[in-house]
């Protein structure tokens, strides 16, 4: 089943009425570490490295979903 964020987490990704303070839980996520130029052929390698175990997670949860 597909995460609506909008719906699910509506206290942390919308805007409130009144400022508050959050308190944000841990969530799951694949990160890039260095510096450099983000224009570099070695950025755009780490970037390509990311998209393939995040498209087979999304692969799977589609799966999961029609099934």
Known sequence: MKYE???????LYLPAVEPAILTVP?????M??????PNS????????????PGLRGKDAAQKRSST
């Open 5 to 11: 964020w909008k719906k699910q987490d509506k206290a």
């Open 26 to 30: 841990a969530f799951p996520y694949f």
């Open 32 to 37: 890039l570490q260095g510096e450099g130029n």
């Open 41 to 52: 052929e070695a950025f755009a390698d780490a970037v390509g490295v990311l998209y393939s």
